[in-house]
């Protein structure tokens, strides 16, 4: 070589690349050659020497569009582990809003179902009251009732007794009458 550096002008974006990404440039080259004609290369000297830097160009070009490849293929897997994890994560997402609406509706359902059961508590507490006064009214009033009773046979043999009395009483009043009647003045 005779240190001038040549270099691939136009690089291929993908495999052979279309005719208007620059390839027609290197056939050019090819057929017109520099310098001299096919093949001379610079002034004769370097035969061969186009020939090679443009085998050298295809191979770069090879290098590049794997690289080019694999890199495609890369973000392409990348950007399809992206979609996943963010499928994924979306997924998970709608999964905790249900369960926070399932959480809420049923904090809702408690709080309903705790107002009603304080409401039937209260309302069988104030039956339960009711049916202990009444009850203990009724027994209040048979224990009342009873004494009554009691009182009132109490006061029937009191009133007996008082009669008997009065009735001896009067008995012991006449049977004196008689005897002071029956019995001679002196």
Do not use: H
């Not at 017109?32 to 770069?60: I, P, S, T």
């Amino acid at each position: 070589m005779d240190g001038t550096n040549t270099y691939m002008p136009v690089m291929p974006a993908n495999g052979m690349g279309d005719m208007g990404s620059g390839w027609w440039i290197i056939l050019l080259f090819l057929f017109l050659g520099f310098g001299n004609g096919f093949g001379g290369g610079l002034n004769g000297n370097g035969a061969g020497f186009v020939g090679a830097d443009v085998q050298r160009g295809f191979d770069q070009s090879a290098v590049v569009n794997g690289l080019n490849n694999i890199q495609s293929s890369l973000s392409g897997n990348q950007m399809a582990d992206l979609n996943r994890s963010f499928d994924v994560q979306t997924s998970i997402l709608q999964g905790f809003n249900g369960i926070q609406g399932q959480l809420a509706q049923c904090c809702c359902d408690n709080k309903t179902a705790t107002l009603q059961t304080q409401a039937i508590v209260q309302n069988e507490g104030n039956l339960t009251r009711l049916a202990i006064q009444n009850q203990t009214q009724a027994i209040l009033d048979k224990m009342c009732a009873q004494e009554i009773e009691t009182l009132r046979q109490t006061n029937d043999n009191l009133r007996q007794q008082l009669a008997m009395a009065n009735l001896n009483a009067s008995q012991v009043a006449q049977t004196q009458q008689i005897i002071a009647a029956l019995t001679p003045v002196a």
